[in-house]
């Protein structure tokens, strides 16, 4: 079965430089979720988008910006990026957004030097 | 607000030996209850979920949950345990209104021992 593809796996960046990642969501499914996750920690909401408007905002930096494209997927742009940013950024989406599980990306690795 | 709480940070186990991984929610309208398991590098895999109907909810892996409103809790069970299990587990609920957003816990990480 399709399952959410998440791009790049890996992404190593430097201070102050901008990052781009992409998602894919399940075919036919309208809501994506973005989470960070740090080491050690429970991924934290960024942001989330239904039929490709922004449904609900967590604790997305003002650095960072989302949008959801036609074809349903996502990418989350990260400017001026700090050591902070490092982590995992899940990608999730659903079928839709009420009563729906998360189905999650396998994640993009993030190392900001 | 709302919040998810999961007690126990690290439950060490013996192979076969039960288990239960406790998640108590806080929450001023209704929910939807899920447990999501994350293997090392990998992204989180529903285990199971509790939208409404009987309260004993089976899963995947052996693992099963039961939602209990008046204690406001929705733990995780397995009978017998095997190495495979060993990973990190969060509880979490989705919000029945609004935005449906959901709400994670802080996880626990699951060590079964040989």
């Known amino acids: 079965a399709a399952g959410v593809i998440q791009s790049p796996r890996h992404l190593i960046k430097e201070k102050r430089e901008t990052a781009t990642l992409k998602c894919y969501p399940i075919?036919?499914?309208?809501?994506v979720y973005w989470y960070q996750q740090g080491p050690g920690q429970d991924p934290q909401f960024l942001i989330s988008f239904y039929e490709k408007m922004q449904s609900d905002k967590g604790s997305i930096p003002d650095r960072f910006s989302a949008q959801q494209f036609s074809d349903y997927h996502s990418e989350l742009n990260m400017s001026s990026l700090e050591l902070g940013d490092s982590a995992l950024y899940f990608c999730a989406s659903s079928l839709n957004r009420e009563n729906s599980p998360l189905h999650f990306g396998n994640g993009t690795r993030l190392t900001v030097t | 607000a709302q919040s998810v709480t999961q007690l126990d940070s690290q439950v060490p186990v013996f192979e076969e030996a039960p288990v239960e991984l406790r998640c108590n929610y806080s929450?001023?309208?209704?929910?939807?209850l899920f447990w999501y398991v994350q293997y090392p590098n990998q992204g989180l895999q529903l285990l199971l979920k509790?939208?409404?109907?009987?309260?004993l909810v089976k899963g995947i892996n052996g693992f099963e949950a039961e939602f209990n409103k008046s204690q406001t809790s929705f733990h995780l069970r397995k009978p017998s345990v095997h190495i495979s299990d060993t990973a990190e587990y969060f509880c979490?609920?989705?919000?029945?209104?609004?935005?449906?957003?959901?709400?994670f816990g802080t996880g626990t990480r699951l060590k079964v021992l040989a």
């Open positions: 979490a609920v989705q919000l029945n209104s609004g935005t449906y957003k959901y709400i």
């Open positions: 929450s001023s309208v209704s929910v939807y």
């Open positions: 509790y939208l409404s109907g009987s309260t």
């Open positions: 075919p036919r499914h309208d809501t």
